[in-house]
């Protein structure tokens, strides 16, 4: 008799302990996400869950050996964790790799000006966003800068609720006949984008009310005008993670994309000992505008960091970090596009993922002719399948809307370039990249599941 398959809603017939698990997994997911609000402060913060895990330093160890737990920042914005296996590491590893960073504004390098005797902030957006979006909506600033004397000062406003809060206005309804004219993508100018920053004038000669807020933020930072040119500033959404819906089934926050992904790898590789293949979370940088540079997936601070990993277990030639990729197993923690009821029109429903169903599988990305991918292989894909399904993990696949719609990618290819096998595997969200990002509890919960069998299981 041949068995048909029938995709299957996670909340059905589910035990009430397993419903409790999901439900406290996932408050620590949401100070995960009120804790790192920028690729800075959520590498920070991972650092910090690792080591209250017992991870330490790459440098603090001489050589390594099976069930050592180590770490490795990047820059401040991405770390590579691992545990060593009982293999050697040629024999390959089972890699997590997501992305820290989510689109924002960008403070400019000289960002600070008065107009109209208001003092505002210009950016640079940052990622794909909806300019639209992010008008009207209280943001909070955090990020670093390098001082004068070449010291760095750290800057975090707006998440304390005692804390002042800042916007971008938008034109008021009764006077936007033109702007209402305009396309979805022509709405808000990026030149637009400023953020209101203050208003009371002070007693400079001109510029008075730029002026007086320039002595209140050197009055609480020490910051003078040009400390701003060798900054990085970030502006991001202000609030806190919520329970989303009457029954608290869904998460809502900035920033899922893909911090949802790196705190169920996170998980995952804490609950990782002694592994067979040598598990690694890798947790990168600049994935939204392309992977780019030393801190992103296109670096080559995984390859370098590896191989400096194998010349710690045993004696070290240019072959044995070769052998290790081309033996190893990525999955590509990045989010999916749910089916949203509001937009059916841009899903093929047979091939897209709902909320509730799952740890999202991803076999390609791309767009068009799924242009630009990484197509995973029918073995990978009957591999990461059946892991799931012994380890009692509810799954799904399904790609990125219907066929011609838009399309996008992931670190996936990078990785796979490297002669890695790799599939996108994560969270399916709603309203990505808006300011509010909606996930699925039982999804998150599945998620990290997934990824702790990944790190976990024995292969050839
Ligand atoms: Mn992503
Ligand atoms: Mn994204």
């Given at each position: 008799m041949s068995k048909m398959y029938v995709r299957k809603n996670g909340w059905e017939n589910i035990k009430a302990e397993t419903k409790k698990e999901i439900m406290d997994f996932c408050e620590g997911y949401k100070d995960y996400l009120n804790n790192g609000k920028t690729e800075r402060l959520c590498c920070e913060n991972t650092?910090?869950?690792?080591?209250?895990?017992?991870?330490?330093?790459?440098?603090?160890?001489?050589?390594?050996k099976a069930g050592d737990k180590v770490y490795v920042e990047n820059k401040g914005k991405g770390v590579m964790l691992a545990v060593i296996g009982t293999e050697p590491i040629a024999n390959g590893i089972n890699l997590v790799a997501a992305h820290m960073d989510a689109p924002r504004l960008d403070l400019k390098q000289n960002p600070l000006y008065e107009d109209t005797e208001l003092a505002l902030f210009k950016t640079h957006y940052y990622g794909g966003i909806k300019k639209y979006q992010w008008t009207a909506v209280p943001l909070e600033i955090h990020g670093v800068l390098i001082n004068g004397k070449g010291e760095k000062v750290t800057v975090s406003i707006g998440a304390?609720?005692?804390?002042?809060?800042?916007?971008?206005?938008?034109?008021?309804?009764?006077?936007?006949?033109?702007?209402?004219?305009?396309?979805?993508?022509?709405?808000?100018?990026?030149e637009n984008l400023n953020v209101l920053i203050g208003s009371i004038c002070g007693d400079k000669e001109k510029d008075k009310v730029k002026g007086a807020v320039l002595d209140i933020i050197f009055d609480k930072y020490g910051i003078v005008e040009e400390d701003f040119i060798s900054g990085e500033?970030?502006?991001?959404?202000?609030?806190?993670a919520r329970d989303v819906g009457f029954d608290r089934s869904l998460i809502g926050a900035y920033a899922q994309d893909d911090r949802?992904?790196?705190?169920?790898?996170?998980?995952?590789?804490?609950?990782?000992?002694?592994?067979?293949?040598?598990?690694?979370?890798?947790?990168?940088?600049?994935?939204?505008?392309?992977?780019?540079?030393?801190?992103?997936?296109?670096?080559?601070f995984f390859q370098d960091t590896l191989a400096i990993m194998i010349s710690m277990t045993c004696e070290y030639n240019d072959l044995l970090i070769r052998k290790a990729l081309a033996n190893s197993i990525c999955l590509s923690a990045d989010v999916g596009a749910a089916v949203d009821p509001n937009y059916k029109e841009v899903y093929e429903i047979n091939n897209s993922p709902l909320l509730n169903y799952g740890v999202l599988i991803t076999k390609y990305t791309g767009s068009r002719g799924k242009g630009g991918s990484n197509d995973a292989s029918a073995e990978l894909v009957g591999f990461v399948r059946n892991l799931f399904n012994q380890n009692d993990v509810n799954w799904q696949i399904g790609e990125l809307g219907k066929v011609d719609a838009g399309g996008g990618g992931t670190v996936a290819q990078y990785v796979a370039n490297l002669n890695v096998e790799t599939i996108d595997c994560g969270v399916p969200v709603l309203s990505m990249h808006s300011p509010f990002e909606i996930t699925s509890k039982l999804d998150v919960y599945m998620t990290y599941k997934a990824y702790k069998a990944f790190y976990n299981c024995e292969r050839n």
């Open positions: 650092i910090k869950i690792a080591r209250e895990n017992g991870f330490k330093s790459l440098d603090q160890f001489e050589t390594l304390d609720e005692n804390d002042p809060v800042f916007c971008v206005t938008d034109l008021l309804p009764h006077l936007a006949d033109n702007q209402m004219k305009k396309t979805g993508r022509e709405l808000i100018d990026g500033i970030e502006v991001v959404p202000a609030g806190k949802v992904c790196s705190y169920t790898a996170l998980k995952g590789i804490m609950e990782t000992e002694k592994p067979q293949k040598t598990a690694v979370c890798l947790l990168v940088d600049k994935e939204e505008i392309g992977s780019m540079g030393n801190t992103g997936m296109r670096s080559a």
